[in-house]
């Protein structure tokens, strides 16, 4: 089935750091690809996403690239800033069926000032 | 626009008791409609799901229930609490492919059981 593994948390960074959070992918077929935030005591919200193989998502500075090669959907982020500091969390859905949402189990991210 | 409403925001709840919990979507029609618990600490696992009125499937056997009476609204339900129900429960809509798949998320309820 599908699944999503993410680099294991927390991670704790300093204002103006680059960020980096691993996320890889096991997918039948051609799965989107997601990137959402949580914020503490909040929903999710979609952060960035990715529908086919080399594209690039990117918001609020975040960037995503959809590798098939590698089967991978890395968030980057050249400058990060007190402000992202939140839980991120990786998920794929499949095209078919019911959209069902695969998550990662979250990376808790704290950006010290 | 659209937007999705959850309530309660916060319920504690003894264990046994019954459990409600709405969530409706505005501004949008035949949505897909998912439940999602969030243990402390931990990711996000899929309840439930509906694709229509009436319609539900189940990812997980456990002692909670939904139901879907109308297009824009999502219900879920226990009779009996248990000690491990509480969590932060989300619910999400999606128009699926036509809408670019991506899922949108309700602010969520906090449920405690003591």
């Keep these: 089935g599908n699944s999503v593994t993410q680099m294991e948390g927390p991670v704790t960074l300093s204002e103006e750091a680059f960020l980096t959070i691993n996320c890889t992918y096991t997918a039948t077929g051609y799965p989107s690809l997601f990137w959402y935030v949580q914020y503490p005591g909040e929903g999710l919200q979609l952060l960035l996403k990715a529908t086919k193989a080399d594209d690039k998502g990117s918001n609020k500075g975040f960037e995503a690239t959809y590798r098939k090669e590698t089967t991978s959907f890395h968030l980057e982020k050249g400058s990060v800033q007190v402000s992202d500091s939140a839980v991120y969390f990786c998920a794929l859905s499949s095209t078919q069926g019911a959209q069902k949402l695969v998550f990662g189990q979250g990376t808790r991210l704290t950006i010290n000032p | ?114």
């Design chain 2, 1 to 114: 626009s659209q937007t999705i409403h959850q309530w309660p925001a916060t319920l504690v709840q003894p264990v046994g008791s019954p459990l409600s919990l709405e969530c409706t979507v505005e501004g949008t029609s035949n949505p897909n409609l998912y439940w999602y618990r969030q243990a402390a600490g931990r990711g996000l696992q899929l309840l439930f799901y509906s694709v229509g009125i009436g319609q539900i499937s189940s990812e997980v056997p456990q002692n909670l229930s939904a139901s879907r009476p109308q297009d824009r609204q999502f219900i879920l339900s226990s009779k009996k609490l248990l000690l491990s129900d509480s969590g932060f429960y989300l619910c999400a809509w999606t128009l699926g492919l036509a809408g670019g798949n991506e899922q949108f998320f309700g602010p969520g309820t906090r449920l405690t059981v003591l």
